[in-house]
């Protein structure tokens, strides 16, 4: 196993394996069935990260991965944008006419309603869109379609039928690279850090909490929260903020927030990238 490997979800071809390509040219891509196994490449070795989605502009929170992070010992050291794009791809020389069926994610079939609409298709809900592709290309029935990354396309060897048939244009998904150790974040430039947290069973504690961001003037932009061991009492939360732990007003609102909470354990403090000062709508 080469030394610079990063792990992903899903079959060669899939969107986590484009992105991997993308953010690490040089390194070697590791298909993993599942999330938590391609968290286990990396806490066992076999990899030196991992690539795991964390949400989308359309379908919202990847939500097994909030499940996997307060229980993980490893560290999120970056974040990458991908825009999505499906493809509508057949075996080689199908003709629309003899399209029956279209296979992929549920979450792929559910973008790209209007060309599946439009054709009369039967959806078919697969595990992966990559993996929906290679079942195209095994079954030889020229009835069935897919909807997955054109990367699919060239590793299954089919014909790209239609592009980009997806709803929306604007369609994103935000990955975060997971790593054994942190890595230092300096330099000039935006920061992000993300953290967990359970809070007291006191009165207005959450309230408290927030609070300490608001007063210290920290822009929080997300805040979900997820019940944990069972219980509908308990209740975790996953957090992200704008800024560095070192910076004044993030250390305040970091130290009034540990001092309501039961828990708390940051997860990671990375580079903001690019793409969001390129998707932030223009000042009115």
Request: net charge negative; with cysteine.
């Amino acid at each position: 196993m080469s030394e610079r490997t990063i792990s992903y979800q899903g079959e060669p071809g899939a969107n986590s394996h484009i992105i991997c390509s993308q953010a690490y040219p040089d390194w070697t891509p590791l298909p993993c069935p599942t999330f938590e196994d391609a968290f286990a490449a990396v806490t066992e070795g076999r990899a030196q990260r991992a690539m795991i989605p964390i949400e989308n502009s359309l379908a919202g929170r990847v939500a097994d991965i909030h499940h996997l992070i307060p229980t993980s010992p490893l560290h999120i050291v970056a974040e990458h944008f991908l825009p999505i794009h499906f493809q509508l791809m057949v075996l080689p020389g199908t003709p629309v006419e003899a399209l029956k069926s279209v296979h992929s994610h549920v979450h792929a079939l559910g973008q790209c309603r209007r060309i599946i609409r439009r054709l009369g298709l039967r959806s078919v809900v697969s595990g992966d869109t990559a993996g929906a592709a290679r079942e195209i290309a095994e079954a030889g029935d020229p009835s069935r379609a897919a909807l997955a990354p054109a990367m699919a396309a060239e590793v299954y060897g089919l014909d790209i039928l239609m592009r980009d048939v997806e709803d929306a244009a604007h369609n994103t998904t935000r990955f975060v690279v997971f790593s054994p150790e942190p890595e230092p974040a300096t330099g000039e430039g935006a920061f992000v850090t993300s953290f967990v947290f359970r809070v007291r069973n006191i009165p207005a504690a959450l309230y408290k909490v927030l609070g300490g961001f608001a007063t210290n003037g920290v822009n929080m932009t997300k805040l979900e929260s997820y019940m944990i061991e069972g219980e509908f009492t308990a209740t975790q939360f996953y957090a992200e903020v704008d800024g560095h732990p070192d910076e004044p007003g993030l250390r305040r609102a970091l130290d009034e927030l540990g001092y309501f909470s039961r828990e708390l354990r940051i997860v990671g403090t990375y580079p903001a990238h690019p793409f969001r000062e390129m998707a932030r709508p223009a000042a009115e």
